[in-house]
């Protein structure tokens, strides 16, 4: 599934007409967003940071107060000058669903505004069979939103759906049958989980959802610029550039697990057939091996050696080659690794893309830096959640606008 670009004009004039209902908007969004990154500040506070004046700042404060979406707290009392109050994100304002579809599992997460997991399901399967799946997905949600109140239930805002971006032409290589390629050749995953739910449904792709999700838990002061690889059953990626989500007008711009390097035998590979979770198994069968059960979160990875060694190195080489590709096209403060490994895998990984990457030349920039993320397997779930609801009250993208 991609998003559908052949009716946009991609070169439409940037300069719009803004109605005075936008320009509200936007000054609301903005004010939201300081008390999601900074919270305890006061009207005061907020006036200054946000440019807005201090009657136009506490008219905002006092309606997203009545929506439900921010709230108060204890005066503060014997500071030089007036008592301020300090302001928060109501986490009761609104909720979200989060679910991946990924090649090997599916999660489903719920969130409040205030990006706290309230309750996740996970599912391990073989493939996502494109009969089934749906109706596997519907009635976890069910599940995790059967304890909310009515209340509760009114401010749930969007289910957020995380999936590869062709999964048919993948099905083959995660050993489904062959009727399956078809079946999700012809299927819609927005529409298909809108049916079953009866919900507000919007889809990503899971490296990007997989990249929101890390920006939303990494903490201050969060880079303005950054790529991602999650090594799973193949490369997840995204890349955060201008503070917002790369996603291109499919919403696959970031797909640099398709990145061609050097394989092990120096021909031509993708990175995604050297560095995922794919590869190692194919390690694992060659040497006549059974691949472990379920996630690899779980595995004895001692128990696989030396063959761990070996694609770790593997796939260091291959993501350093596609770190330095990738920062010689945009210009990053950093690139972040994470897995559905163990984390003592996914350090053990980020030691030999170091060292491949010192090894590598650089021309006009220097050295990539590297991180390790924050979210491990739960980074697409999670980011799928958090996408909707920053899309609904964050976002300061005209196209995101809705009173």
Same mark, same amino acid.
């Given at each position: 599934?991609?998003?559908?670009?052949?009716? %946009?004009?991609?070169?439409?004039?940037?300069?719009?007409?803004?109605?005075? !209902?936008?320009?509200?908007?936007?000054? *609301?969004?903005?004010?939201?967003?300081?008390?999601?990154?900074?919270?305890?500040?006061?009207?005061?506070?907020?006036?200054?940071?946000?440019?807005?004046?201090?009657?136009?700042?506490?008219?905002?404060?006092? &309606?997203?107060?009545?929506?439900?979406?921010?709230?108060?707290?204890?005066?503060?009392?014997?500071?030089?000058?007036? /008592?301020?109050?300090?302001?928060? @994100?109501? /986490?009761?304002?609104?909720?979200?669903?989060?679910?991946?579809?990924?090649?090997? =599992?599916?999660?489903?997460?719920?969130?409040?505004?205030?990006?706290?997991?309230?309750?996740?399901? =996970?599912?391990?399967?073989?493939?996502?069979?494109?009969?089934?799946?749906?109706? &596997? @997905?519907?009635?976890?949600?069910?599940?995790?939103?059967?304890?909310?109140?009515?209340?509760?239930?009114?401010?749930?805002?969007?289910?957020?759906?995380? !999936?590869?971006?062709?999964?048919?032409?993948?099905?083959?290589?995660?050993?489904?049958?062959?009727?399956?390629?078809?079946?999700?050749?012809? %299927? &819609?995953?927005?529409?298909?989980?809108?049916?079953?739910?009866?919900?507000?449904?919007?889809?990503?792709?899971?490296?990007?959802?997989?990249?929101?999700? *890390?920006?939303?838990?990494?903490?201050?002061?969060?880079?303005?610029?950054?790529?991602?690889?999650?090594?799973?059953?193949?490369?997840?990626?995204?890349?955060?550039?201008?503070?917002?989500?790369?996603?291109?007008?499919?919403?696959?711009?970031?797909?640099?697990?398709?990145?061609?390097?050097?394989?092990?035998?120096?021909?031509?590979?993708?990175?995604?057939?050297?560095?995922?979770?794919?590869?190692?198994?194919?390690?694992?069968?060659?040497?006549?091996?059974?691949?472990?059960?379920?996630?690899?979160?779980?595995?004895?990875?001692?128990?696989? *050696? /030396? =063959?761990?060694?070996?694609?770790?190195?593997?796939?260091?080489?291959?993501?350093?080659?596609?770190?330095?590709?990738?920062?010689?096209?945009?210009?990053?403060?950093?690139?972040?690794?994470?897995?559905?490994?163990?984390?003592?895998?996914?350090?053990?990984?980020?030691?030999?893309?170091?060292?491949?990457? &010192?090894?590598?030349?650089?021309? %006009?920039?220097?050295?990539?830096?590297?991180?390790?993320?924050?979210?491990?397997?739960?980074?697409?779930?999670?980011?799928?959640?958090?996408?909707?609801?920053?899309?609904?009250?964050?976002?300061?993208?005209?196209?995101?606008?809705?009173?």
């Amino acid at each position: 599934m991609a998003k559908d670009s052949s009716a %946009t004009n991609n070169f439409d004039p940037i300069a719009r007409g803004v109605a005075q !209902s936008g320009v509200r908007i936007a000054n *609301e969004r903005a004010v939201l967003t300081l008390v999601a990154l900074v919270p305890g500040l006061s009207n005061a506070d907020l006036a200054r940071r946000s440019g807005l004046g201090p009657q136009t700042t506490s008219r905002i404060v006092s &309606d997203l107060e009545e929506r439900g979406l921010i709230k108060r707290g204890e005066v503060l009392r014997g500071r030089r000058g007036q /008592p301020a109050t300090p302001l928060f @994100i109501d /986490p009761e304002g609104a909720y979200a669903i989060g679910v991946e579809i990924g090649w090997r =599992h599916c999660k489903v997460v719920l969130i409040d505004i205030a990006a706290r997991l309230l309750a996740s399901i =996970h599912r391990a399967y073989d493939y996502p069979d494109a009969q089934t799946i749906f109706g &596997d @997905i519907a009635a976890d949600i069910a599940t995790l939103t059967s304890s909310m109140t009515p209340q509760q239930r009114s401010r749930l805002v969007a289910i957020g759906v995380a !999936s590869p971006t062709a999964i048919d032409r993948g099905m083959d290589r995660v050993g489904a049958p062959a009727e399956q390629r078809e079946l999700w050749k012809g %299927t &819609d995953v927005r529409a298909a989980l809108a049916r079953a739910t009866g919900m507000n449904t919007v889809w990503f792709n899971d490296g990007n959802a997989a990249c929101w999700g *890390e920006i939303v838990a990494h903490p201050a002061p969060r880079p303005a610029g950054f790529a991602y690889f999650q090594v799973s059953t193949f490369i997840g990626a995204g890349i955060v550039s201008g503070q917002g989500l790369w996603e291109g007008p499919t919403g696959n711009a970031a797909d640099l697990g398709a990145i061609v390097v050097p394989g092990d035998d120096g021909k031509p590979a993708f990175v995604h057939f050297v560095a995922s979770i794919a590869a190692f198994e194919s390690r694992l069968i060659e040497a006549g091996l059974v691949v472990p059960p379920d996630s690899p979160v779980t595995w004895d990875w001692a128990a696989l *050696e /030396p =063959h761990v060694t070996d694609w770790l190195d593997s796939a260091g080489r291959a993501l350093a080659a596609a770190v330095v590709s990738t920062q010689a096209m945009i210009e990053l403060d950093k690139t972040i690794i994470d897995g559905v490994m163990p984390r003592p895998i996914v350090e053990r990984l980020l030691e030999r893309i170091q060292v491949h990457l &010192d090894a590598l030349p650089t021309l %006009t920039v220097g050295k990539p830096t590297i991180a390790i993320g924050h979210l491990g397997a739960a980074a697409a779930a999670m980011g799928a959640a958090h996408l909707p609801l920053y899309q609904r009250f964050f976002s300061p993208a005209w196209t995101h606008f809705t009173d």
